[in-house]
């Protein structure tokens, strides 16, 4: 162990008193969490302001005291807003204690009176809420911007008469006809759970831990209803050992973020696939795909892909998290900190992917023709043909016999349902009715399924105007949560 353990720190830490050497030079650099927990300096000023205000209503400290440590703060803010950040120190371990360190520099002892009645495991909590607070509210409005683009492009094809009917797959196989608008809605309702969840994890984040102090509450005077109304915050934690301890909320807020990935992970595989040459379904814009170094005619779907890939990436955040938890003894435990990284590893990584995703399809070309060509072949009426016997009296077991083997012969002759005329049908089965031909066309298969989140046109319609009521409903929620924001 020639290792040298001890070197001169710059400066005497903030627990200096109780301290006689220095901490190690390299366990600096490995304790701090502040190249991460710097993006928390808005939140963490936030906080401390409404804590000395708080102390100086209830006579903790003086108002003088209070006036110097929020004009203290206030011009710390400037500063790190201008980028103007000198005072940045990793033996300062993080965003809190350097921004309490720069404040006793710049207004001398009051400075040490803004930690009265608070500990770094409360604020540190507090700030992580608040900080969660503002990353689902901008995520979840970003994604309202995608499921309007959907719902915009799904009414634009679905316009009776001009509608764009596209395959509609199982087993990645040729199924049924469904409108394009229906496909591009599923993803939309997709994302309007996810809003949902998000919505679900920032009711978990709006309650206020500051008040425990380290793990069992302080002796001072201090009232926890006050700091939370200033912060715009729901309640308060009900148990300080839980609430220094608790990350509950960070976890709603990356499975949110996880299931999000998934979905758009799912929403550019197709897109992927479709702009295949293959498939032909739609053309990426020139913005939104990468060409190939060495094949000239390459277009390639890049940012779909990346998004695919990137889902990995928000999965293991999630795990991580967890994995940081699930072992841990209450209260505090430094194994917290790594909360951060992948917390907001996730945030960024899914407000890249929504941006991209939005652009993507927003952006897309559709090739009506390719889709609808699709929908003709494959069989994709089959089980009409089959419904048609059903409607002649035949049970639908012996109807799904009899379509089997047409399709069957279709397939070792090389035609398809729709080449077939009537007597070549009845020759199969003499029950198949005059209109059998008719039940054969795609509109028809499409027009037919009018139940309630069906592809009929009828009812995608109504779909729509669903889906636009409650985007809206969304939307005022987001402007309700702002208006109830920080109160300083
Ligand atoms: N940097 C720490 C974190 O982010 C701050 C809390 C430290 N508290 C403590 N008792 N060491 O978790």
Known sequence: MDRKQNTNASQKSLWGGRFQGSIAESMLAFGASLPVDNRLWREDIQGSKAHAQMLGEQGIISSQDVDSIIAGLSSIEVDIEAENWDF??????????????????????????????????????????????????????QINVLRAVLIQGAAESSLAGDEIIMPGYTHL???????????????????????????????????????????AGTTYPIDEC???????????????????SDRDFLCDAVYAATMTMTHLSRICEE????????????????????????????????????????????????????????ALPLAYNKDLQEDKENALDAFDTLEMCLDAVTGIIDTMQVNKEAMRKGAQ????????????????????????????????????????????SLSELMAFDARFGKDA????????????RATYGGT?????????????????????????????????
């Not at 900080?131 to 979840?140: F, G, V």
């Open 456 to 488: 009929a046109v009828s009812s995608v319609v109504r779909q729509i105007q669903r889906a636009e009521a409650l985007l809206q409903a969304d939307k005022e929620e987001i402007v309700a949560l702002n208006k109830k924001g920080v109160g300083m």
């Open 88 to 141: 940045y120190d990793l033996a300062d371990e993080d965003i809190h204690m350097n921004i309490e360190r720069e404040l006793t520099r710049r207004i001398g002892e009051a400075g040490g009176r803004l930690h009265t009645g608070r500990s770094r495991n409360d604020q540190v909590a507090t700030d992580m809420r608040l900080y969660c607070k503002r990353r689902i509210n901008e995520l979840a409005s």
């Open 437 to 448: 031909c008719e039940a054969l066309d795609i509109c028809t298969v499409v027009a037919r």
């Open 173 to 215: 196989q040729k199924a049924q006809p469904v409108l394009f608008a229906h496909h591009l809605m599923a993803w939309q309702w997709m994302l309007a759970r996810d809003f949902k969840r998000f919505m679900a994890a920032y009711e978990a984040a709006d309650v206020l831990p500051l008040g425990s102090a380290a793990l």
């Open 271 to 326: 897109i992927i696939l479709w702009s295949t040459e293959e498939f032909g379904f739609i053309r990426l814009d020139d913005a939104y795909s990468t060409g190939s170094s060495i094949m000239p005619q390459k277009k390639n779907p890049d940012f779909a892909e990346l998004t695919r890939g990137k889902t990995g990436r928000v999965i293991g955040d999630l795990v991580t998290l967890l994995v940081v938890l699930k």
């Open 377 to 420: 072949g494959g069989f994709m009426a089959a089980t009409d043909l089959a419904d048609h016997l059903v409607s002649q009296g035949v049970s639908f077991r012996e109807a799904h016999e009899v379509i089997g083997r047409i399709v069957l012969h279709c397939e070792t002759t090389g035609c398809t349902l729709q080449d077939l």
């Open 226 to 244: 006050k700091v939370s109304q200033t912060l715009g915050f729901a309640s308060l934690c009900q148990n300080s050992l839980d609430a220094v």
